[in-house]
């Protein structure tokens, strides 16, 4: 009988043990699901970039993975950008993001109204001389390569094995210079614009995942083909 009475006891104590953790364990997802709202409250950012001459900005947030713009007029004109089938990006020393409808209108634009600083490089008499360093990784990990330039440069990252895998990069020059990538082979589709910084003739990119190709897409793991531009 008391071996009977010390099961029973024995059962009642698991019970009583298993509604504990049932109930700390239903407090728990509670407490996590206030946290994960409260962070993402608090994750808003903001998106500012200039188009066809006016600039705008906006605080947007992730739901998930999409984009979300909180006012009305910058998400539209956004979501028209994005859709570009040759969406051109510049990224100007500052970090500024310019967008225009192509890149040959991107172009004509810096030409009249963004001309490079002039620096000791500039005025000595120097020879031109470029060298890119691409990584697959964020933060200029893993496997690089390097192309290097005394002039313009043009090529398809798949003759590297390097088609889709650029993560982030290095570019160094003794005079001012712009790299731009493109999305699709035969330099086609949307592009993307980085130029050297003044004096140190240099710029580096830790991620690209910062950069947005489309409404759905950064630009990490995008890069088909480069091209390399003196700019004097």
Partial sequence: MNIINNLIVNVMKMKLFLSFLSIAFLFSCQ????ELVSVSDNNSEKIEFTYKGNLYSSNFYYQDTIMVIENAEVNDIYQ???SLPELATFVNESGAIY????YNEQMEYLEKNFKPEETLSTRATVDPYCILSLYKDINYGSTR???????THQGDLGDHNFNDQLSSFRMA???????????DKDF???TITFHTLPITNQVEVSNLKNYNCSSHRTW???ATCYRLTKWL
């Fill in 31 to 34: 407490m996590e699901e206030n």
């Fill in 80 to 82: 028209t950008i994005s």
């Fill in 99 to 102: 967008y225009f409808d192509s």
């Fill in 145 to 151: 390569i390097e192309l290097t330039t005394t002039s």
């Fill in 173 to 183: 020059a003794t005079v001012p210079y712009m790299v731009t990538f493109y999305r």
């Fill in 188 to 190: 086609g589709g949307v």
């Fill in 220 to 222: 990490n793991d995008q």
